[in-house]
């Protein structure tokens, strides 16, 4: 799920960059501190989302700055909005198949990349094709390769150490799967 959130930070400006205009300096300094980085998003009922900053939209800067001797660089208080992506539990995405190996499918979600255990593609048993590097659905000889756009559950999600968030979905649902297998197409195998 994609949010809009607003936050307050304090914001450093280096003397290097005190004769541009303060707004652009400030979106810059927060785009580069912030975007695609892991927080906690906290709900007004406590609840906390795990979510990463996609883009910093908006930056609202005091002008009126505090330096600190010894520093040089002026801070100021600033109220910025921020685009961020957290999935929830229960939530159906739909992605391209960026990466098939023989634990699953790795699918782009837009802005991250989510996995599909090989024992979460179907509820048939699921081997990977070494030759095609797909993964065969052995009754029904469906194949799922890169390219494919499927339809799946979010079941799970964890941070990956230096990776970020980690997406484990299903597709072991009814509605889900291959788009191709829920429209009811004839595949050419």
Not at 14 to 40: G, T, W
Not at 58 to 63: E, H, K, L, Y
Not at 75 to 104: C, D, Q
Request: glycine share 8%.
């Amino acid at each position: 799920m994609f949010m809009l959130v607003k936050a307050k930070d304090v914001v450093r400006i280096p003397p290097s960059k005190f004769m541009r205009p303060l707004e652009s300096v400030v979106l810059e300094e927060m785009r580069s501190k912030y975007e695609n980085i892991l927080v906690y998003i906290e709900e007004p009922g406590g609840s906390r989302h795990l979510a990463v900053i996609i883009a910093i939209v908006s930056v609202n800067v005091d002008p009126l700055g505090l330096i600190i001797p010894g520093d040089g660089a002026s801070y100021h208080n600033v109220v910025f909005e921020f685009v961020a992506f957290s999935p929830f539990i229960k939530e159906v995405v739909e992605g391209e198949v960026v990466s098939v190996t023989r634990s699953g499918l790795y699918v782009n979600l837009g802005v991250i990349d989510g996995f599909i255990h090989i024992n979460q593609v179907s509820d048939e048993r699921v081997t990977f094709d070494t030759a095609s590097g797909s993964l065969l659905l052995e009754e029904s000889r469906r194949r799922v390769e890169r390219g494919d756009v499927v339809r799946a559950r979010v079941y799970a999600t964890g941070i990956l150490p230096g990776k970020g968030i980690r997406i484990h979905m299903t597709m072991r649902q009814p509605g889900l799967g291959k788009l191709e297998w829920i429209r009811g197409k004839k595949l050419s195998e």
